[in-house]
């Protein structure tokens, strides 16, 4: 997808991007299912809902820089701004903070 066809989720609140991700998150589980894999096996492996909703902050942070993913310290510079926007969501953003640069998933 383009730039120009993304639509930043920065001034929705919190309440509508945790439905959005919410969705996301439901699509996923749905298609997973009705590709036969047991839920048992996949369900710690797909992300809250507030991680969603971080990943997806994350994603029109780096839209707005041109597609460039940032640097370690740009990276902990976007994550703690979400933090700051949105305090419900600090928790998660602490636990995702970079490990060597690369946004952890938790496990």
Same mark, same amino acid.
């Given at each position: 997808m383009s730039s120009s066809h993304h639509i930043p989720r920065g001034r929705a609140s919190l309440e509508v991007l945790r439905a959005e991700a919410a969705e996301e998150r439901d699509t996923v589980i749905h298609e997973r299912l009705l590709? =036969? $894999?047991? @839920?048992?096996?996949?369900? $710690?492996?797909?992300?809250?809902? %507030? $991680? +969603?909703?971080?990943?997806?902050?994350?994603?029109?942070?780096? *839209?707005? *820089? %041109? =597609?460039?993913? @940032?640097? !370690?310290?740009?990276?902990?510079?976007? +994550?703690? &701004?979400? !933090? +700051?926007?949105?305090?419900? +969501?600090? &928790?998660t953003v602490w636990r995702m903070l970079p490990r060597n640069g690369v946004v952890a998933r938790q496990s």
């Open positions: 590709a =036969g $894999e047991d @839920p048992w096996s996949f369900m $710690e492996e797909v992300p809250t809902v %507030d $991680e +969603l909703v971080v990943y997806l902050l994350r994603a029109d942070a780096i *839209n707005a *820089n %041109d =597609g460039v993913l @940032p640097s !370690a310290s740009r990276e902990y510079r976007v +994550l703690r &701004q979400i !933090a +700051l926007e949105h305090p419900a +969501l600090t &928790q």
